[in-house]
């Protein structure tokens, strides 16, 4: 991204217009697009589960925290077992480029994840999982995947998004020094890719949660490695 091109903003808007399928499908490898027909299904096939449920919810770890671009009633903590949060996915558009890529989020298996839970309108279900579609499925990079997730002591059912592992994008479990190398220098067209983190993190602790990942991977960025470190 050129310094003098602002980067886009991540909307409502811009996803149900199809301008990010259209933004991705220009810098990314055509044959990472979701065939029309693969993505409606399994749109459909969400909608159709979601509606079988007293509650809908999502569970967010990633930048659905600060910029969730789709309605909700309320948002919450909760706690996912069984996924943990992680930089582990390549990323050659959005926050990087294919000759410098940036690494974006993912649950991955094992351990668990402190997170957002939206509650999402009943009457606004299906749009609101057609934005979410939009967002996350553009590309076979991600699955979703309903998971049970505790918010206020009880268990509720949610729509999460899992990193797909025999992708070509994963990146497995980098060291985060290496980690922090290829955030320090990615930047694509919705900016650079320590802003991303930057502002996961920063999410993160205004909800009270200590991600410790993210806290080592910001302090490699600035030399603060040796930082006390914060409750698991």
């Known amino acids: 991204m050129s310094q003098q091109q602002a980067p886009v903003l991540l909307t409502r808007e811009l996803l149900l217009s199809g301008a990010l399928h259209d933004l991705l499908a220009a810098v990314a490898?055509?044959?990472?697009?979701?065939?029309?027909?693969?993505f409606a299904s399994s749109?459909?096939?969400?909608?159709?589960?979601?509606m079988a449920l007293e509650e809908v919810w999502v569970f967010g770890y990633g930048s659905l925290l600060w910029n969730p671009a789709f309605h909700f009633l309320e948002q919450r903590p909760g706690r996912l077992v069984g996924f943990h949060r992680r930089l582990c996915l390549w990323t050659p558009a959005g926050r990087g480029t294919a000759e410098v890529p940036g690494l974006v989020l993912g649950l991955d298996s094992g351990g668990s994840c402190h997170g957002g839970a939206f509650l999402l309108d009943r009457l606004?279900?299906?749009?609101?999982?057609?934005?979410?579609?939009?967002?996350?499925?553009?590309?076979?990079?991600?699955?979703?995947?309903?998971?049970?997730?505790?918010?206020?002591?009880?268990?509720?059912?949610?729509?999460?998004?899992?990193?797909n592992r025999v992708h070509p994008r994963y990146a497995g479990r980098l060291e985060e020094t290496e980690i922090a190398r290829a955030v320090s220098q990615a930047a694509g067209f919705l900016g650079s890719c320590e802003q991303y983190v930057r502002g996961t993190h920063q999410a993160l602790v205004a909800m009270g949660i200590h991600d410790n990942h993210l806290r080592r991977v910001l302090g490699h960025l600035h030399g603060q490695v040796g930082a006390k470190r914060a409750p698991e």
């Open 29 to 38: 490898c055509v044959s990472e697009i979701l065939p029309a027909t693969e």
């Open 43 to 50: 749109l459909e096939q969400a909608q159709e589960q979601a």
């Open 124 to 163: 606004q279900v299906a749009m609101e999982l057609e934005v979410l579609w939009r967002r996350e499925m553009i590309t076979g990079a991600y699955r979703p995947a309903w998971v049970s997730v505790r918010v206020d002591g009880r268990r509720v059912t949610a729509l999460t998004f899992v990193v």
